[in-house]
């Protein structure tokens, strides 16, 4: 399977826990929320907002323009701090972290 389809298929894994958690959200953040220039708009997000409504159409984005996928990728990191107990969605995350995270 080639990493983008990969991705692909973790970016779902992780939509699907986090429906599952009830962590998917109906509507998205105030506008004003996107204009954040925290990492992971933690100023103006909660973590799981920003990954429905920042990484995942970010990541979706690259992959249906063919453009290139990030290559130092660490996300979890954060997600093991900002949702400690979320294990599932965390070993999500860890798969993608793993995929996009080559070393050069």
């Known amino acids: 399977m080639s990493t983008e389809n990969q991705v692909r298929q973790i970016l779902q894994d992780i939509e699907q826990v986090m429906r599952d958690l009830k962590l998917w959200h ?4 105030e506008d004003a929320a996107f ?3 925290e990492p992971f708009s933690v100023d103006t997000m909660s973590s799981e907002q920003w990954l429905q409504w920042v990484l995942i159409p970010r990541m979706y ?3 249906g323009t063919d453009a290139a996928l990030p ?3 660490a996300i979890t990191p954060y997600f093991e701090v900002a949702m400690p ?3 599932l969605l965390l070993a999500e995350l860890q ?3 793993d995929l996009l995270n080559i070393e050069d």
Do not use: E, N
């Not at 109906?26 to 953040?29: G, I, L, N, S």
């Open 26 to 29: 109906a509507t998205p953040p």
């Open 35 to 37: 204009d954040s220039v």
């Open 61 to 63: 984005s690259l992959l």
């Open 71 to 73: 290559t130092r990728f």
């Open 85 to 87: 107990d979320a294990v």
């Open 95 to 97: 798969r993608l972290d």
